[in-house]
């Protein structure tokens, strides 16, 4: 897969390169490896296996680790620990290496834009300046429910008209391929002049 990355190397102007590799990790560590410091990374082309992040529960959890007095990479480590699926503990890895290594929360997920939304770094960023990063969590795992509540809403109010639409095809289908022709037999059999009745 290819890969967009914004980087800069030393005093330079930060400058984009394409790179390819299997994932987003191993297309930093090409990056890092030749010199540079990668400011965002973004995938190029169609993606044809998506791996899940479980966003609104990461927003819950963080929130609540976050709440309860732990540090960013604290919370972060204790998230990390605890998860079962291999390619979540890499992302949420990757974040801690990221702010140790001197990067903000938020650009730290926007060099991760296949897991993290654009609106998701946007919000963290707002919150960084406001110092209210739980409260700010909290909000987009309200507003991630709302919009999981409104998807299931519309499969469910489009399943009975679906459902009506295909019963009335079978219907039509059924006239058509059966009971018409079977009814010209008949009248063919009968040799009926059909106009004169």
Known sequence: MEYR?????????????????????QAKALAEKDGYTVLSIRHRGFMLKK???????????????????????QALETLSQKE???????V???????????????DALSASPIHFSNLFVAMVRACE????????????????EQIDVLKKRLIS????????LSFGGLVMLFLLGYVVPRFSQIYEA????LSSA
């Open 5 to 25: 990355l914004r980087v800069v190397r030393s005093a330079a102007q930060p400058t984009v390169i394409l790179l390819e590799a299997e994932n987003v990790e």
């Open 51 to 73: 791996h899940y992040f479980p966003l609104l529960l990461f927003c819950q959890q963080l929130t609540v680790l976050l709440q309860s007095g732990l540090l960013l990479t």
């Open 84 to 90: 079962k699926n291999d390619e979540t503990r890499v």
């Open 92 to 106: 949420i890895e990757q974040l801690i290496v990221s702010i140790r290594a001197g990067r903000t929360f938020s």
């Open 129 to 144: 300046t406001t110092g209210n990063l739980a409260e700010g969590l909290s909000r987009f795992a309200d507003y991630l």
């Open 157 to 164: 109010a489009s399943i009975y008209p679906s459902l009506i």
């Open 190 to 193: 009968r040799d009926m002049d």
